[in-house]
């Protein structure tokens, strides 16, 4: 079983920067691909980025392509998000999710594990 946990999340003026941290426990992610989700007040869960076992293959969401990049640290059993520009539309909570194939997939349904969240809220 893995446990996922999100940190990093805060308020920010727009324009600011936050780095999210997706931290496992119970069992090392290193052959495991992790996703960032968000959701928003009254909409669905949407892809945010992923990253593959090796993190060598990256995706992203039209709507934040070049300002958010997404890392992993697997020594740390960890996976980032640096949020760079963030804009007020940015405002969500932020999930990270694992999938046992090892690849960065857009698609929630392939993951296995979820955190709980992690809210980031963007004032203009």
């Known amino acids: 079983q893995v446990q996922l946990v999100e940190s990093g999340g805060g308020s920010v003026q727009a324009g600011g920067s936050l780095r999210l941290s997706c931290t496992a426990s119970?069992?090392?992610?290193?052959?495991?691909?992790v996703g960032w989700f968000r959701q928003a007040p009254g909409k669905e869960r949407d892809f945010v980025s992923s990253i593959n076992w090796t993190g060598s293959d990256t995706y992203y969401a039209d709507s934040v392509k070049g300002r958010f990049t997404i890392s992993r640290d697997n020594a740390k059993n960890t996976v980032y998000l640096q949020m760079n520009s963030l804009k007020v539309e940015d405002t969500a909570v932020y999930y990270c999710?694992?999938?046992?194939?090892?690849?960065?997939?857009?698609?929630?349904?392939?993951?296995?594990?979820w955190g709980q969240g992690t809210e980031v809220s963007v004032s203009s």
């Open positions: 999710a694992a999938t046992g194939t090892g690849w960065g997939i857009r698609s929630s349904s392939a993951y296995d594990y």
């Open positions: 119970g069992r090392t992610i290193n052959t495991y691909g």
